[in-house]
């Protein structure tokens, strides 16, 4: 049985992502189509994003832990991104985007640390069955907004006033999300507090943090996989329809693949993820575009839940070292983006793809060793 503040988190992630998902959707379209800027000013919007993001939950994680407790971060950190996205109604250019996508990020990076430890606390040993749940409502919510945001350029044109319309939006599920967090999420039971991170402590899990840094290094962005289908001759009202595919994707399989990692364990759903995401980047290099995503979305579901399982388990400063994993995802994840586009802008996507599949490739090599060799616990 499924925590009641569990289930509340999940609506609160499904309204937040419905949000994001209708700015997400349409806004590397925007940056390079709309505003015309070029697709490595995209990937600075996305390193910007991701940096962001993910740096700064190891400041959240451990602050989470340090003062043990979790739900001033989950709502303060939804607070923050709900009255940020609109903001971007008024962008005119990619710094000022990027500079907005920051900022509205820096709330992912004071929630998701304490998300994590909340969703922990209230799973006892059934990790995998939570977490799937969690992330099929924050996936289900990114499909609702990603339809929204298709059928208002379908019915209303693609004209940039409608493109900023949905941007100012976002506020409505937004505002949805932060009463759902202030009225029906209780605090942890309360912890005895973490007067600092002993890394000696959380050592052993750190390996396959490092392998899951490194993919998200190669990997493509999902923002490069929609560039790349407009590229490949999908009209730019269909786009969105693709981040339906990628999120129905997520939505079906999440609870499913939790299931199955509290069943045969995280270690092998992780291989198994890697395998989607080297599929995903061949797919998209043969323009196959829909299977790319498909394949992108059992990546991204497959490693994350399994990731967050395995960190569950095995951590005994769990907000910190969720902290250190989004860390990394931010380092990694925002370098890749600026790397991947300026290749893409100065030797185009052929080469850009090949530079990702051949590290994905070596990265699911030294994983396999490890693997086998039972060096990752």
């Given at each position: 049985?499924?925590?009641?503040?569990?289930?509340?988190?999940?609506?609160?992630?499904?309204?937040?992502?419905?949000?994001?998902?209708?700015?997400?959707?349409?806004?590397?379209?925007?940056?390079?189509?709309?505003?015309?800027?070029?697709?490595?000013?995209l990937g600075f919007v996305v390193a910007a994003a991701t940096f962001v993001s993910y740096a700064f939950r190891v400041v959240f994680g451990y602050l989470s832990d340090r003062y043990g407790c979790v739900k001033p971060f989950i709502v303060g950190g939804y607070l923050l991104s709900a009255i940020t996205k609109p903001i971007l109604y008024f962008?005119?250019?990619?710094?000022?985007?990027?500079?907005?996508?920051?900022?509205?990020?820096?709330?992912?990076?004071?929630?998701?640390?304490?998300?994590?430890?909340?969703?922990?606390?209230?799973?006892?040993?059934?990790?995998?069955?939570?977490?799937?749940?969690?992330?099929?409502?924050?996936?289900?919510?990114?499909?609702?907004?990603?339809?929204?945001?298709?059928?208002?350029?379908?019915?209303?044109?693609?004209?940039?006033?409608?493109?900023?319309?949905?941007?100012?939006?976002?506020?409505?599920?937004?505002?949805?999300?932060?009463?759902?967090?202030?009225?029906?999420?209780?605090?942890?039971?309360?912890?005895?507090?973490?007067?600092?991170?002993?890394?000696?402590?959380?050592?052993?899990?750190?390996?396959?943090?490092?392998?899951?840094?490194?993919?998200?290094?190669?990997?493509?962005?999902?923002?490069?996989?929609?560039?790349?289908?407009?590229?490949?001759?999908?009209?730019?009202?269909?786009?969105?329809?693709?981040?339906?595919?990628?999120?129905?994707?997520?939505?079906?399989?999440?609870?499913?693949?939790?299931?199955?990692?509290?069943?045969?364990?995280?270690?092998?759903?992780?291989?198994?993820?890697?395998?989607?995401?080297?599929?995903?980047?061949?797919?998209?290099?043969?323009?196959?575009?829909?299977?790319?995503?498909?394949?992108?979305?059992?990546?991204?579901?497959?490693?994350?839940?399994?990731?967050?399982?395995?960190?569950?388990?095995?951590?005994?400063?769990?907000?910190?070292?969720?902290?250190?994993?989004?860390?990394?995802?931010?380092?990694?994840?925002?370098?890749?983006?600026?790397?991947?586009?300026?290749?893409?802008?100065?030797?185009?996507?052929?080469?850009?793809?090949?530079?990702?599949?051949?590290?994905?490739?070596?990265?699911?090599?030294?994983?396999?060793?490890?693997?086998?060799?039972?060096?990752?616990?």
């Open positions: 049985m499924i925590n009641k503040n569990v289930i509340a988190l999940s609506f609160v992630s499904f309204f937040t992502d419905f949000a994001s998902s209708m700015l997400t959707s349409i806004l590397p379209i925007f940056i390079v189509y709309i505003l015309k800027e070029g697709i490595d000013k962008a005119d250019n990619w710094q000022q985007i990027a500079v907005l996508r920051g900022t509205e990020r820096m709330g992912k990076a004071i929630r998701s640390a304490s998300k994590d430890s909340l969703i922990s606390a209230y799973s006892e040993r059934k990790t995998g069955k939570s977490f799937g749940f969690h992330k099929m409502m924050d996936e289900a919510g990114e499909t609702s907004g990603a339809i929204l945001a298709f059928v208002v350029l379908y019915l209303f044109g693609k004209s940039e006033i409608i493109f900023r319309d949905i941007f100012a939006f976002t506020l409505v599920p937004g505002i949805f999300a932060v009463i759902t967090a202030i009225f029906f999420i209780n605090e942890i039971p309360h912890q005895k507090k973490v007067q600092k991170f002993d890394l000696k402590k959380d050592y052993g899990v750190l390996p396959l943090l490092f392998i899951y840094f490194s993919f998200v290094f190669f990997i493509f962005n999902e923002s490069f996989f929609m560039i790349k289908a407009k590229e490949s001759g999908i009209k730019m009202e269909y786009i969105p329809l693709l981040a339906v595919v990628l999120n129905l994707t997520q939505t079906f399989l999440s609870y499913y693949v939790g299931v199955k990692i509290d069943k045969i364990g995280y270690k092998r759903i992780f291989l198994i993820s890697l395998f989607f995401g080297i599929f995903s980047m061949i797919g998209l290099y043969f323009n196959f575009i829909v299977l790319g995503f498909i394949f992108l979305g059992i990546f991204i579901i497959g490693s994350l839940n399994s990731i967050r399982s395995y960190i569950s388990i095995n951590a005994h400063n769990k907000g910190t070292v969720y902290g250190i994993l989004y860390g990394g995802v931010a380092f990694f994840g925002a370098l890749g983006a600026i790397i991947i586009g300026l290749i893409w802008k100065i030797y185009g996507e052929g080469v850009a793809v090949i530079f990702s599949v051949t590290g994905l490739i070596l990265i699911l090599i030294i994983f396999l060793t490890s693997f086998y060799s039972s060096k990752i616990p």
